[in-house]
């Protein structure tokens, strides 16, 4: 069955690199998604990537993809406070046809002035 | 394009009463998905319908229902509400090959 999993919370102080990172157990064609949750408001999308791919990058945001190790990571380059959120790691297997997403518990981002 | 819309954003009841909560997509997206989330279970799925057929379906007891209408807007139904039940109720509507899901801002229910 599909698990993800991620670390509760992340400080770094503003200009610096946030890396949050994932790790994710199914082994089949897999879309992995990040999402950010500011407090009281839904889920935004971010970026996401196929488990074919290595690296996808937009903007600020950079997604790699180790699939041996099955782990996924999300590097947002010069974290502004604005950043500060929580960051959802979520997967949907194709294979199943289940369009449904795992999530992960979500990593909380302090970004410090 | 407008995105998803979910009414009523906040919601009070009491136990042992109903409620349905509504979901409008992206205009053109014909999947729409119910996920709940809580501090102590995270984000779990509930159910997911496509041209007004149920396609998936999470592990939730039988009070959470839902269904689907032909302009593809959704709603959500949990009959004899627990205290559990307290969540932030999330909707989601997808499209095309990749169907990413594009998140609502969500329905708090507090349930008294």
């Known amino acids: 069955g599909e698990d993800v999993e991620q670390s509760l919370f992340l400080s770094v102080r503003e200009g610096d690199s946030s890396v949050i990172n994932c790790t994710y157990t199914?082994?089949?064609?897999?879309?992995l998604y990040w999402y950010k949750q500011e407090p009281g408001a839904g889920l935004q999308l971010l970026t996401y990537?196929?488990?074919?791919?290595d690296m996808k990058q937009d903007q600020r945001l950079t997604v790699l993809l180790n699939k041996k190790d099955k782990h996924l990571s999300l590097r947002i380059a010069d974290t502004q406070t604005g950043d500060s959120a929580i960051y959802f790691c979520?997967?949907?297997?194709?294979?199943?046809?289940?369009?449904?997403?795992?999530f992960g518990s979500g990593t909380r981002l302090q970004v410090q002035p | 394009k407008a995105g998803v819309t979910q009414t009523p954003r906040y919601l009070i009841k009491t136990r042992g009463q109903q409620v349905t909560l509504s979901c409008s997509p992206i205009?053109?997206?014909?999947?729409v998905s119910w996920y709940q989330q809580t501090p102590g279970q995270g984000l779990q799925f509930l159910f997911e319908?496509?041209?007004?057929?149920?396609?998936n379906k999470g592990n939730f007891p039988g009070r959470f229902s839902g269904r689907q209408f032909s302009n593809s807007r959704s709603e959500m139904n949990v009959s004899t509400l627990e205290l559990g039940d307290s969540a932030l109720y999330l909707c989601?509507?997808?499209?095309?090959?990749?169907?990413?899901?594009?998140f609502g801002p969500g329905t708090r229910l507090l349930v008294l």
């Open positions: 989601a509507s997808s499209s095309g090959e990749v169907e990413t899901q594009y």
């Open positions: 199914d082994s089949s064609s897999t879309y």
């Open positions: 990537i196929f488990s074919n791919m």
């Open positions: 979520a997967e949907r297997d194709v294979d199943t046809g289940r369009r449904a997403l795992t």
């Open positions: 205009s053109g997206h014909r999947s």
């Open positions: 319908y496509f041209s007004e057929t149920q396609r």
